[in-house]
Structure formats: structure tokens, C-alpha cells
């Protein structure tokens, strides 16, 4: 069981930045491929970029390409979002997840975390 806790959201004027975390409990946390997803109110769960477990690739919705970066830090455990240039409608609270050994673009998460809320305000 793999247990994830986000941080950093927070509200914040359009064209601002901010940095998302997510702390993860697993060990062996450099096998796993991880994700962000996020969910806008009144809308389903949207894919925002994932990162390989091994091959290092990174992907993105057409939507927050140019602005929104993941990385790791296998170090401590830990998987980044830098959010740039933030519009209003990026408000949504921010998921991040994990699957054992995944690559590519197309997998789900077996593993969430609880969420954290970004707000960008006009």
C-alpha cells in the first residue's frame, strides 16, 4: 500500500506560479510511475501529466503544455508539479498518483492521494 499526501496548493492571481508536492510512504518509490490528475468543480477527473518509472518520459495534456512541469526527487520520495502562468480555470484540486512500473500515457493510478486545492482568481 502506497500512501500519498499532496501540498502546496493555494490561491493565487492568474499568472502566477506555484509548487505542488506529493510525499509518498513507499520505499521503493523509484519503481513506480506518477501522476497528476486534476478535478475541476462540477467536472470529472482530468489526466494532467504523468512521468515514467523508468524511462524518464513525461507527458502532458494539450492544455498545460509550456506551463505545468513534473518531476521527481527519488531521494526523498517525492514527485513535483510547477504550475506557471496560472489561468482561472486551473482551479481544481490537484491529484497526484502512482502505479507500480507503468510507462507511457495510459495508465490510472492504483494509488491517490488525498487532493489539494488550487485557486486562481482572476
Known amino acids: 500500500q502506497v500512501h500519498l499526501a499532496e501540498s502546496g496548493g493555494g490561491l493565487v492571481q492568474a499568472g502566477g506560479s506555484l509548487r505542488l508536492s506529493c510525499a509518498a510512504s513507499?520505499?521503493?518509490?523509484?519503481?513506480?510511475?506518477l501522476a497528476w490528475f486534476r478535478q475541476a468543480p462540477g467536472k470529472e477527473r482530468e489526466f494532467v501529466t504523468s512521468l515514467d518509472w523508468s524511462r524518464g518520459n513525461t507527458y502532458y495534456a494539450e492544455d498545460v503544455k509550456g506551463r505545468f512541469t513534473i518531476s521527481r526527487d527519488n531521494a526523498k520520495n517525492t514527485v513535483y508539479l510547477q504550475i506557471n502562468s496560472l489561468r482561472p480555470e486551473d482551479t481544481a484540486i490537484y491529484y497526484c498518483?502512482?502505479?507500480?512500473?507503468?510507462?507511457?500515457?495510459?495508465?490510472?493510478?492504483?494509488?491517490w492521494g488525498q487532493g489539494t486545492q488550487v485557486t486562481v482568481s482572476a
Open positions: 498518483g502512482a502505479r507500480y512500473r507503468a510507462n507511457g500515457a495510459a495508465w490510472r493510478p492504483d494509488y
Open positions: 513507499e520505499s521503493t518509490f523509484s519503481s513506480y510511475a
